[in-house]
């Protein structure tokens, strides 16, 4: 049993829909990230939470908008996405920030993630 | 730009067999790497290198970083089926910002 849960598991959603992606960590951790993972292509990173606050946003369109209420919580809000959005949408939390100037990497823990269609 | 690459791409042995899979990078400021297993769909961390020449062993995985040569390797020997997965390697650059994760490779294990 993962410590990081998501859901849906699976998302289909045209392109005018509004839905939201939702992610809970139950480790007690202080950072936690969105992914986006295509076929064929690396990781890549969208957006870093750490203590609630924004730390990093890798130049996501805004048809992407994360939240992060508490630290346990991450949410990805979704609206007028395009085809090319279907991916695999991967959650992950961390002890810190790995960016952070701890000096050291703290190894993240993955989610399920959620496998999202736009139609 | 910084980047990580891994090879080969896929990789289809017999249970048994011994694989090594390669991950090499260019990332300034590195700190560490990590290697991870993807099974379906959440990658599930294995290593983490901060220092060439030391070997991590974990049963029949182990794993090595040369920084000289900017390059890793993760070894798993007699392999069984659950080691079929995309295995994961990910690099931290220390700039302020993320991990940067090579493509993967896909490891599939025949009986």
């Known amino acids: 049993e993962t410590g990081v849960t998501q859901t849906p598991r699976h998302l289909v959603m045209g392109m005018t829909n509004k839905k939201s992606l939702k992610c809970e960590q139950h480790l007690g951790h202080n950072a936690m990230y969105w992914y986006k993972q295509s076929a064929k292509k690396p990781l890549e990173l969208m957006f870093v939470y750490s203590l609630e606050e924004r730390v990093e946003n890798n130049s996501v369109p805004s048809r992407f908008s994360p939240e992060c209420p508490n630290s346990s919580h991450l949410f990805l809000h979704l609206h007028t996405l395009q085809p090319e959005d279907s991916a695999l949408y991967l959650c992950a939390s961390s002890q810190d920030w790995v960016g952070g100037l701890a000096g050291f990497t703290r190894e993240q823990y993955f989610g399920p993630g959620t496998r999202l269609t736009v139609t | 730009e910084d980047k990580v690459v891994q090879s080969p791409l896929s990789l289809v042995v017999h249970e048994g067999d011994t694989v090594t899979l390669n991950c090499s990078y260019e990332v300034t400021n590195f700190r560490s790497l990590l290697w991870y297993k993807q099974e379906k769909k959440a990658p599930t961390f294995l290593f983490m290198l901060?220092?060439?020449?030391i070997e991590k062993k974990s049963g029949r995985l182990s794993s090595i970083l040369d920084k000289k040569e900017l390059f890793s390797i993760l070894n798993i020997t007699a392999t069984q089926t659950g080691d079929s997965a995309v295995y994961l390697c990910a690099v931290d650059g220390h700039t302020g910002n993320q991990f940067y994760f090579g493509t993967g490779t896909s490891l599939t294990v025949i009986p």
């Open positions: 901060t220092s060439s020449g």
